[in-house]
């Protein structure tokens, strides 16, 4: 059972230019969530898919930003006309749907670090 | 106030001791508590979850959770240079297709000194 994995896994890009990244999974896991970490905090959530539909969304995830997963499978964030402040690490996580009990965890990818200059 | 504090130390420990990692939530209507450890450049990785009162137990690792203090914790025994890493404390509130979201704090790093 491979882990979650993400590509690429450093993208260093122009302001203005847009970028897009993607994600796989955890084989099984139907839930996927993309996060987003910079300097000195932790994770903050972006979205969450369960199979291929978009539950919800953060506040944080401006119209530049667009996150798909339409096979219930992978999934990819596209950020449009980039800004210094997105630089950050985009995490991934995926988990399996445990029912109504609760305890689903969330499994992090390795990330992509995207440097804006 | 932050959703989840944690003090970010760092919190240095001589190898063999315990290191003691705490982490306050606002939100009462929390259900889900975990703990990941994360080095430097690398992405989380899960050490703990918890989801009731008391103590939960895992090797080196115990995680204590008090809902009515709003207070989690975790304890590391014989602390290890290997441990040496930022702890993130994670809350999820309601389970349910709603929200399902992980709220993290801002971890602390933990330093194992030899």
């Known amino acids: 059972d491979t882990g979650v994995s993400q590509d690429p896994r450093h993208k260093i890009t122009k302001r203005g230019q847009n970028v897009t990244f993607r994600c796989d999974p955890i084989?099984?896991?139907?839930?996927l969530y993309w996060y987003r970490q910079t300097l000195g905090q932790g994770p903050e959530f972006l979205t969450y898919?369960?199979?291929?539909?978009?539950?919800?969304k953060s506040r944080l995830l401006s119209d530049r930003f667009s996150a798909e997963r339409p096979k219930g499978s992978f999934s990819t964030l596209e950020i449009q006309r980039t800004e210094q402040g997105d630089s950050a690490m985009y995490l991934c996580?995926?988990?399996?749907?445990?029912?109504?009990?609760?305890?689903?965890?969330?499994?992090f990818g390795p990330g992509t670090r995207l440097t804006v200059l | 106030q932050k959703e989840v504090e944690q003090n970010s130390g760092p919190l240095s420990v001589p190898e063999g001791a315990i290191a003691s990692l705490n982490c306050t939530y606002s939100?009462?209507?929390?259900?889900?508590f975990f703990w990941y450890r994360q080095y430097s450049g690398k992405s989380p990785e899960l050490i703990m979850s918890?989801?009731?009162?008391g103590d939960k137990e895992d090797g080196r690792f115990t995680a204590q959770l008090n809902k009515a203090s709003q207070y989690v914790s975790l304890l590391i025994r014989d602390s290890q240079p290997s441990d040496s890493a930022t702890y993130l404390c994670?809350?999820?509130?309601?389970?349910?297709?709603?929200?399902?979201?992980?709220?993290f704090g801002t971890g602390t790093l933990l330093a194992v000194q030899p």
């Open positions: 898919f369960q199979n291929e539909a978009q539950l919800e």
């Open positions: 084989s099984e896991h139907n839930r």
């Open positions: 918890i989801y009731s009162n």
């Open positions: 996580a995926s988990s399996p749907f445990s029912g109504t009990s609760g305890t689903d965890t969330q499994y």
């Open positions: 994670a809350v999820r509130r309601n389970y349910g297709g709603a929200t399902n979201k992980l709220i």
């Open positions: 939100d009462r209507g929390s259900q889900s």
